[in-house]
């Protein structure tokens, strides 16, 4: 059957429907304006039997459908019926078939894989080997220091054993092996320092003293400011609102709150404080020094003996350290004390900056951590053992 369709000034759309026993004319341009190029010379049957024949001679291999039809032989305007048995027909299209890399050879013997490489992977594997093996980044070894700041971790049988010196000139003097139950606490409890330095942070801050006062504190009387209408102004109410000047303060500080009430375990306090010891002498920032009775007050000498031999600077930038002694008034002694420490040393060193002298009694977690190095007596270390050896 054949019927065209649409209006004639318009291009016809030519159906062709049912079956097909003769050769019929279709031509590419079905324009109404062309008349003499209607028809064309088309055989269909002859397309169905040459698309049966190459379909039957197609190898057996990938292929893609692809209509009888070239881009530049199919009618714009012609359309088929999708029913029809006479609809064209596809044709089996070889594709090219990727070809699949050769499996991994693996040698049962040595275990080796065998695994070609590419051009690509071949070349680069050879960049990287002349990255590696490239020696202008030696030239700049010299222009950076490479070396870690963090010492190694002193093993705990040797950092155990300390040694002495002298408190006057920083010379040797000797060596002692340390209280292991309260200089090699081992893991370090971090959490209980943690704690104890909250704690100890907040028996300083103590008591809460800012202080506002609210609506019902303020003074001011509760009379209303002017009438609810008619002035053109917003309404207001009493005379001191949080938004007014000389009102209250919406959800100010109160002196209630007391942070120093706050309470820690004494064996926390004991296992934090000994963990904070531990900490030092593993870093090896522990110093030990026989005695800081100073023949002199003055500030010069004792900060040169600190930064000559313990690297300990006066200025700003240097080193911060504790130093703690245990030194109380004897009628024996020579040098009186101040604070439970020889009052040279305490004069000595008030005047440099990042040092601090204090008793052993009054030492604690956060004074520890807050400076870099801790310069212990003998005397001082002989109390400390004795507190807090459990």
Request: charged residues 30%; positive net charge.
């Amino acid at each position: 059957m054949l019927r065209l369709a649409g209006p004639l000034k318009r291009k016809a759309t030519l159906h062709i429907a049912g079956r097909c026993s003769g050769n019929i004319l279709i031509s590419k341009d079905v324009s109404p304006t062309s008349k003499d190029n209607w028809f064309s010379m088309l055989s269909l049957r002859s397309f169905y039997h040459s698309t049966n024949a190459s379909a039957a001679a197609a190898p057996a291999a990938a292929v893609r459908p692809q209509t009888i039809f070239d881009n530049d032989e199919i009618p714009p305007n012609l359309t088929f019926d999708k029913k029809s048995s006479f609809a064209p027909k596809t044709k089996p299209v070889v594709v090219d078939v990727p070809q699949v890399s050769k499996p991994v050879e693996i040698d049962e013997d040595e275990q080796q894989i065998d695994e070609p490489q590419t051009a690509s992977a071949a070349r680069e594997t050879e960049e990287l080997e002349d990255y590696l093996d490239d020696d202008d980044d030696d030239d700049l070894e010299g222009d950076f220091d490479f070396s870690s700041s963090v010492r190694p971790v002193i093993p705990l049988p040797d950092r155990l054993h300390q040694s002495i010196y002298h408190g006057s000139d920083g010379s040797k003097s000797g060596t002692i092996w340390l209280n292991e139950s309260v200089f090699g606490i081992d893991p370090i409890r971090i959490d209980l320092i943690k704690q104890s330095v909250d704690y100890i942070r907040n028996k300083i801050r103590g008591r809460r003293k800012a202080k506002t006062k609210t609506i019902s504190e303020v003074s001011g009387s509760g009379r209303k400011v002017r009438q609810q209408k008619g002035s053109g102004k917003a309404r207001a109410g009493h005379s001191r609102p949080a938004h007014w000047r000389g009102g209250a303060k919406a959800h100010g500080p109160k002196n209630t709150v007391d942070y120093g009430d706050v309470k820690m375990n004494k064996k926390c306090k004991s296992l934090a404080m000994r963990s904070t010891l531990s900490q030092k002498v593993k870093e090896g920032n522990f110093i030990l020094v026989d005695h800081l009775q100073l023949p002199s007050h003055k500030t010069k000498h004792f900060a040169k003996m600190l930064e000559e031999n313990f690297g300990i600077g006066k200025h700003d930038g240097g080193t911060s350290a504790l130093i703690v002694d245990h030194h109380l008034d004897d009628a024996k002694s020579v040098a009186a004390s101040y604070r439970g420490v020889p009052v040279n040393l305490w004069v000595a060193s008030s005047n440099i900056f990042k040092i601090k002298v204090a008793n052993q009694r009054y030492v604690n977690v956060y004074d520890i951590l807050k400076r870099e190095k801790l310069i212990v007596t003998l005397s001082a270390l002989k109390e400390i053992e004795n507190r807090w050896n459990d």
